[in-house]
């Protein structure tokens, strides 16, 4: 197992809410990363914090936001949400700067369900 | 789209055989990764292959990369039930800092 962990497990929310995740990156590692899982499909890369600094976004609207604490950890936050936002959402880790080169060390995932 | 494609997109074997997985992407990389995915967890890294790199090995596992097909490809020996699971091919295009992951293979190894 990797040294990343996230929280919840599992969240059930109504459309319209909103969601706050959040992820404990391994220790040493700067730089975070969050992707979006459909069921059967390959994870999406939602964005990335390098040292507390948004260090690219993928195609996902501005109600996907983020932050990176001093500590490295993150939290990824979904506001008004919608059904098709049901998904596992996968943290990642990363020593190298920028998360440019090397592996990626995944959590465990929080599964959303929107109802 | 810069996402790699798998092929197959699903794969079942025998228990001892040899699993075979293929991986194409669109555009330059600095590298490329398999990652590998039981139930719909968290993924665990397998092994990385950088873009001046052709084959590279980790146990039973054995990866190619051909930059001027752009595709990649992971062979599994002498397969195990423990194997059975999705694996991904993940590709960091030049200039991009984050992972671009295909589509997936789902193995199925039967004891």
């Known amino acids: 197992e990797t040294g990343v962990t996230q929280s919840p497990t599992h969240l059930i929310k109504t459309r319209g809410q909103q969601v706050t995740l959040r992820c404990s990156s391994q220790?040493?590692?700067?730089?975070v990363s969050w992707y979006q899982q459909a069921l059967g499909q390959g994870p999406q890369f939602i964005f990335q914090?390098?040292?507390?600094?948004?260090?690219g976004r993928g195609n996902f609207p501005p109600r996907f936001s983020g932050l990176q604490f001093p500590n490295y950890s993150s939290e990824l936050n979904v506001n008004a949400l919608e059904l098709d936002d049901s998904a596992l959402y996968l943290c990642?880790?990363?020593?190298?700067?920028?998360?440019?080169?090397?592996?990626?060390?995944f959590g465990p995932g929080t599964r959303l369900t929107v109802t | 789209s810069q996402q790699g494609e798998e092929d197959p997109q699903a794969l079942s074997i025998q228990e001892g055989e040899n699993a075979t997985m293929n991986c194409s992407y669109k555009?330059?990389?600095?590298?490329l990764q398999w990652y590998r995915q039981n139930s719909g967890r968290g993924l665990v890294h397998l092994i990385l292959i950088r873009s001046n790199e052709r084959e590279k090995h980790s146990g039973r596992l054995r990866v190619t990369l051909d930059t001027s097909k752009k595709s990649s490809s992971l062979l599994i020996t002498a397969s195990r039930a423990a194997d059975t699971a999705s694996y991904f091919c993940a590709t960091v295009f030049v200039g991009a800092n984050n992972l671009f992951f295909g589509t997936g293979t789902r193995l199925t190894v039967i004891p």
């Open positions: 220790s040493g590692h700067n730089t």
């Open positions: 555009t330059s990389i600095n590298n």
């Open positions: 990642a880790s990363s020593p190298s700067a920028r998360g440019r080169e090397g592996e990626q060390y």
């Open positions: 914090y390098y040292r507390e600094e948004e260090n």
